[in-house]
C-alpha cells in the first residue's frame, strides 16, 4: 500500500469525478423514470381511463 501513496489524491480525485459522474447519471435517469411515471399517471387520469378525481 505504501507503494501507491505518491499517487494517492490523484486517485482520490478520479475517484470523487467518477462518483459525481455516477451521480449525475442516476439522478438523471431517476428524474426521466418520475416524469415518465407522472406523465402516465396524468395522462390516464385526463382521459378518465381511471375516473378517481372524483373520489378525492
Known amino acids: ?3 501507491l501513496q505518491p499517487s494517492a489524491p490523484r486517485h482520490t480525485f478520479s475517484d470523487l469525478v467518477v462518483k459525481v459522474g455516477l451521480a449525475i447519471l442516476v439522478g438523471m435517469g431517476a428524474i426521466i423514470v418520475v416524469g415518465a411515471l407522472v ?3 396524468v395522462s390516464i387520469f385526463s382521459t378518465g381511463a381511471i375516473d378517481l378525481p ?3
Open 39 to 41: 406523465l402516465a399517471v
Open 1 to 3: 500500500m505504501s507503494a
Open 54 to 56: 372524483h373520489m378525492l
